[in-house]
């Protein structure tokens, strides 16, 4: 902000810069070292908001461009993933010392430490030839309803945005329309192959689907913003999100759905944008 000239103060204390950096701070693995860190930080705030004039200009979801750039640039260290306590033992306890030392000064091994994600575990083991039933069996990770400890941190993100709908910081009709449109497609492959395809309760509550459909996908500047609009907008999110992760590269496809929306929106309002009072058709 120094350096283009403007104002400082603004832009720290509307609360949007923190917003961000708690939402790419959820979506990176916990014991990333400081570097991947910044960097994220880095493509979040410069590139994708202040180089497009800052808050309220930014075409696509800060947080969503962070989270991309860092796991197309750097696919290992995204990958891992602290495993819950109880698959562990107590060489998870590594406190909050060791977890700063493992930060800063990358001397500790997190092969002991990390672990697969269920939607992770789930792909590789059907690419492998397994089906959903035998890898549900032979997974600790996965067989769990919707993933070991995966199912409770997305029951408390379920919590915090039916909050936010209670208070009305957020509208219905994106959170709503993602979740359906993925349960929806979900329960519709489920019931052709169940072999191949889990059921719909895993893709809600197995990844990121929750904390995209009430805290990402519901952004007001780079999502869709006539009520018609954010139905279709949180249609596409869903679909996409279960394409991905279904045939595309990934496991999880939520920050590339809504980056895939957020160029769609400007047309999405175009043509579901209300009719002026008195406008025929």
Do not use: C
């Not at 800060?62 to 197309?72: E, H, R, T």
């Not at 640039?73 to 909050?96: D, H, I, R, Y």
């Not at 549900?136 to 919707?146: K, M, N, R």
């Amino acid at each position: 902000m120094w350096l283009r000239r403007r104002p400082i103060s603004p832009a720290l204390l509307d609360g949007s810069a923190l917003v961000t950096a708690i939402l790419l701070a959820i979506t990176i693995p916990p014991y990333s070292a400081w570097w991947l860190i910044l960097v994220g930080t880095l493509a979040a705030l410069v590139f994708a908001k202040h180089l497009y004039g800052g808050l309220g200009f930014n075409p696509f979801n800060p947080a969503m461009i962070g989270f991309v750039v860092l796991l197309i640039s750097f696919p290992k260290q995204m990958t891992q993933w602290a495993a819950p306590v109880e698959l562990l033992g107590q060489q998870q306890n590594v406190g909050l010392i060791g977890a700063l030392q493992i930060v800063f000064s990358n001397q500790f091994t997190l092969d002991a430490l990390t672990g697969a994600t269920p939607l992770d575990a789930l792909k590789t083991g059907i690419g492998m030839g397994g089906s959903v039933e035998s890898v549900t069996a032979g997974s600790a990770i996965v067989g769990q309803f919707a993933g070991f400890g995966s199912v409770w941190i997305n029951l408390a993100l379920l919590v915090g945005g039916l909050w936010m709908l209670w208070r009305k910081t957020i509208r219905w009709q994106v959170p709503v329309a993602m979740l359906g449109s993925l349960a929806a497609i979900a329960t519709l492959f489920y019931l052709i192959d169940p072999s191949r395809y889990a059921d719909p309760l895993f893709h809600i509550f197995g990844g990121g689907a929750l904390l995209g459909a009430f805290f990402i996908a519901t952004d007001p500047v780079s999502g869709a913003t006539s009520p018609r609009g954010r139905i279709f907008f949180g249609i596409g999110v869903g679909l996409f999100t279960y394409i991905i992760r279904n045939w595309g590269g990934y496991p999880d496809g939520v920050a590339f759905s809504i980056l895939l929306m957020n160029m769609s929106a400007p047309m999405i309002d175009y043509y579901t944008q209300p009719k002026a009072f008195g406008q025929k058709g």
